[in-house]
């Protein structure tokens, strides 16, 4: 690091790395929580935390929230936009340690709150749509997070929280796709698409039925706008790199419209029933890690200031992540229980290659600069 920088900038890069390895831990409790809930044999934690319970907010906002919070920080440069990735990680690994409810809780909420801020602070910078659209996430990600303090069951929260991850997705996706011709039809059809799924989740607070179904209705069309305009039908065309974010981002679609139909389907959602799972599921896991999955080779780098090799190896977590989960939904939707453990445990593993993968593009030079001749 040149020794030149500020050291505001020198602080805030030597601890990035702390909360990227913080919000993996989150991933790690989540997962194992998850696993623990359908009976897979994995030892349980000593300490008394209920992972199994806090499976899903372990993973929405310990580790989607904290790595989100933490890549806008780095983008504004500034002290205070780390206090979200670092209040969200402090409360999830509290949670994790066994640390009982309000406070683990209540500083979830304070990150979000404080990321809300930093949104509106970026609209502030940039008025653009897709930096309205990002703030309009966050103030979602709040609202979810506050019912939360107020013990409403998540089944109740998890539209909120859809919302957050959905929309914050989107706003990226424009935020690339505003360097492209745009077709003037284009605009017109994304706010179609875009009412009726924040109406839906407004909605939801009073009338879950009605507001999940309109919820849905949205997240369809969202996944179809995306699916016909976002840049990736583009890109598919070029190998290497663009090509692999390209699937990752065109199957994440498909998995976002399929969560909206059984969402439509089977409102209202209601905690257990295997069609519950099916939908959260087809969103949190088809849809938000196929994002993640695609852009982690520019995301990560970035975030954590290191040079990534692309190898081609990375579609074998991706396509064990897509055929595990079409296995669990199966399972879902035809009551067979063995299919649904055994899609979340391959599931799993998806997303432990996905891990040693990340971390061996980072180690492992590329073949070409393996068979580089020495300098003489």
């Known amino acids: 690091m040149p020794a030149n920088q500020p050291t505001s900038l020198r602080w805030q890069r030597a601890g990035r790395a702390p909360l990227v390895v913080l919000a993996m831990a989150c991933l790690v409790a989540a997962v194992w929580g998850g696993l623990l809930r359908l009976g897979v044999q ?87 749509l897709f930096t309205l659209l990002m703030a309009i996430a966050a103030m979602c990600w709040l609202v979810g997070n506050v019912l939360w303090t107020q013990g409403w069951p998540f089944n109740r929260i998890v539209p909120w929280w859809i919302a957050f991850l959905g929309l914050t997705i989107v706003g990226e996706r424009l935020d690339l796709n505003r360097f492209t011709r745009p077709s003037p039809w284009a605009r017109p059809l994304f706010f179609a698409a875009l009412a009726p799924c924040l109406t839906g989740v407004i909605a939801s607070a009073w009338h879950p039925l009605w507001g999940e179904r309109l919820t849905g209705a949205g997240l369809l069309a969202l996944a179809l706008w995306l699916g016909w305009f976002d840049l990736a039908r583009r890109t598919l065309r070029h190998p290497g790199l663009p090509r692999f974010m390209a699937v990752c981002l065109l199957t994440g679609y498909v998995w976002m419209s399929l969560s909206g139909i059984l969402m439509m389907r089977f409102s209202p959602l209601e905690s257990g029933p295997f069609p ?28 954590l200031n290191f040079t990534a090799t692309w190898r081609p190896v990375l579609y074998a977590h991706v396509t064990m992540l897509h055929g595990a989960l079409a296995l669990r939904v199966m399972g879902d939707l035809l009551d067979i229980f063995w299919a649904r453990q055994w899609g979340a445990i391959f599931n799993a593993v998806a997303v432990a290659l996905f891990l040693l993968n990340t971390v061996a593009s980072v180690v492992i030079p590329p073949k070409s600069q393996l068979k580089r001749p020495p300098i003489s």
């Open 42 to 128: 994995l030892p349980t934690p000593e300490h008394g935390a209920n992972w199994i319970t806090l499976h899903g907010p372990l993973m929405i906002c310990g580790f989607l929230g904290t790595v989100i919070g933490l890549e806008r920080a780095v983008g504004l440069r500034t002290w205070w936009t780390y206090l979200p990735p670092i209040l969200t990680a402090a409360g999830s690994l509290a949670m994790v340690a066994g640390v009982t409810a309000p406070h683990p809780v209540w500083l979830v909420t304070a990150g979000s709150a404080v990321f809300a801020a930093v949104a509106w602070r970026v609209v502030a910078l940039q008025k653009a």
């Open 276 to 303: 519950y799972d099916a939908v959260l599921h087809t969103f949190f896991v088809g849809f938000v890690f196929s994002m993640i999955f695609g852009h982690a080779p520019v995301i990560f780098p970035a975030i």
